[in-house]
């Protein structure tokens, strides 16, 4: 009678994983095939093929019998999960279980290079590569991956094999596909494949490719998914688009008056300038709480409430979502607020709090090197206040308007290589399903952020909207800014620090138990350059 061990070691011996019949299917197979070489729809009850917004199938029952599925589920349930977060994706993942020796994840690994890769290479015309990359993954209440290409270099087949309980579109986690514009950019989600047990949908990947998984609404059930890709001979792909940076402007010729009109006092205090700056130079980021007067930020988020503002979606999707207000339909206090993020008396405080040089009267490296520190320069003679005076007075001496640049010193700076400071900005709404992603024509240079925020009470960073700095190519967070009304954060970052805001989800709904009204945050986001 042969002992318990060596009846285990048949057992995993005797796992085989069948697939459906419909693959077995020659008739089938040829007429899939020329549907999608066609770029035309087959649609049979086991399996169809569609050809928009691209090239997909799906084939139901893909594992014949339902023991050998539950059993595959239960073992994959069995494995070491890790959480995964960041700027595209939450969600818990399976290490890699191409080496995985687990009797049914080993026998699925073996059907899928064995018998499902030729019928797909028959149907596709591509020479997929025997092997594949294959994973499980778990996602759960408010778990996304946003929308993106899966291109990489020699992925030709994307598959995902869905091990999930009865599924309904309310419980969010669809495959959703988005059509493209000329610019290859997604445009919008134009189909939603529910998941549903033992069902695999397979996609080409391509320079059009772009899907997301939906957020996880439902707050009891788990959506388990292995998913990989087959490879083959790479495509070439055209270049990325790149589109229009947010245009750059000087500083609008506003003297010191419109910083004591805004800004909560103590921060013009010269002392408190001088603390700012030491704080700032150390961290590279500072926080300043309370920062406009309280009368001042009370008119502020009133004129934010005005059903008259109108916003427009800022996409696309691969890139960001949220939405950003129409200048010319702001009332009358949100443009003078954008006047004054855009004033040269601004400017030279933002100088004067993070030792940049973003104005001609801010000290340079060189006063730094001859011994004037910058500590000394926000105190005394050095105040927004007389700086400007000085500028008015020089302005008044000299016919030319003050909003008009003098020609000798952009010749200057020409020659020393340095750009007239500017800044670029925009008001921003945030809400549930907005984010913005790290993509790799983002323009990375030595920049100051300045965020200002409005409309966050009780939002608890569990709900997302924070923005995180990251080193490029990490995932690591460096910083955290999280949205709090009335502060203004400045962050200094190099050419190898990206930023995101990290996707808002379903629990930020809660918040409307108590500001019925309020359906997410506003800021006021910008960029100042040297």
């Known amino acids: 009678m042969p002992s318990p061990a060596s009846g ?5 011996r005797a796992a085989t994983a069948e697939l459906c019949a419909a693959l077995r299917d020659a008739a089938l197979r040829e007429r899939a095939a020329v549907a999608w070489s066609r770029g035309e729809p087959l649609r049979h009850e086991a399996a169809a093929v569609e050809p928009a917004p691209f090239r997909h199938g799906v084939i139901h029952g893909f594992l014949a019998g339902p023991a050998f599925a539950e059993a595959l589920r239960d073992e994959l349930l069995g494995l070491g999960f890790r959480g995964r977060r960041n700027d595209l994706l939450s969600l818990r ?11 049914h994840v080993a026998a699925l690994r073996h059907a899928l290079c064995e018998e499902f890769q030729p ?22 209440y408010t778990d996304v991956l946003l929308c993106h290409d899966d291109e990489l270099e020699g992925r030709r087949i994307a598959f995902i094999l869905y091990l999930v309980p009865p599924w309904e579109k309310s419980d969010g986690g669809t495959l959703d596909l988005y ?3 000329e610019h290859f950019q997604p445009q919008q989600i134009v189909k939603s494949l529910v998941p549903s047990w033992n069902m695999l949908v397979f996609f080409e990947v391509s320079p059009v490719s772009f899907h997301q998984v939906s957020e996880v609404l439902s707050e009891e059930k788990c959506r388990l998914s292995v998913s990989g890709w087959f490879h083959g001979p790479s495509l070439d792909r055209p270049a990325r688009h790149m589109e229009a940076p947010l245009p750059r402007t000087p500083h609008i010729p506003y003297d010191h008056e419109i910083l004591y009109e805004w800004i909560n006092l103590v921060y013009l205090d010269m002392d408190s300038q001088a603390q700012i700056q030491e704080e700032f130079e150390e961290r590279s980021e500072i926080l300043l709480k309370d920062f406009l007067k309280k009368e001042k930020y009370q008119l502020l988020c009133e004129g934010l409430e005005n059903k008259d503002i109108q916003w427009s979606s800022r996409g696309p999707a691969n890139k ?10 702001l009332p009358d206090i949100l443009k003078k607020f954008l006047q004054f993020l855009s004033s040269e008396a601004l400017f030279l405080l933002l100088s004067n709090f993070t030792g940049l040089k973003l104005h001609f009267l801010a000290p340079s490296d060189e006063d730094e090197d001859a ?9 005394g003679d050095s105040s927004p206040k007389r700086e400007l005076e000085e500028t008015e007075q020089h302005a008044d001496s000299n016919p030319r308007q003050p909003d008009q640049p003098d020609p000798e010193a952009q010749e200057s700076e020409m020659q020393n290589g340095l750009g007239t400071p500017a800044c ?15 993509h790799d024509t983002q323009a990375t240079e030595f920049a100051l952020d300045l965020l200002f925020f409005c409309g966050c009470e009780d939002w608890d960073p569990e709900y997302g909207g924070f923005t995180s700095y990251i080193a490029k190519g990490e995932d690591e967070e460096l910083l955290t800014v999280n949205p709090e009304d009335n502060c203004l954060a400045l962050v200094y970052r190099d050419k190898e620090t990206m930023k995101f805001v990290k996707y808002i989800n ?18 006021f986001s910008f960029v100042y350059y040297e």
């Open 8 to 12: 285990k070691r048949r057992g995993k």
């Open 93 to 103: 993942q399976s290490e890699e279980l191409g080496g995985r020796q687990e009797p």
């Open 119 to 140: 019928w797909l290479s028959a149907v596709t015309q591509i020479e997929l590569e025997p092997t594949i990359d294959i994973s499980c993954a778990k996602y759960e």
């Open 179 to 181: 059509s493209t514009d």
């Open 320 to 329: 960001r979502l949220y939405e950003t207000a129409e200048k010319d339909s």
């Open 371 to 379: 011994g004037e520190g910058r500590a000394a320069d926000t105190t």
């Open 424 to 438: 670029a900005g925009e008001l921003r709404h945030w809400t549930h399903g907005h984010y913005t992603l790290v």
């Open 506 to 523: 379903h629990r930020s709904l809660a918040r409307l138990k108590k500001h019925p009204n309020r359906t997410g945050f506003w800021d």
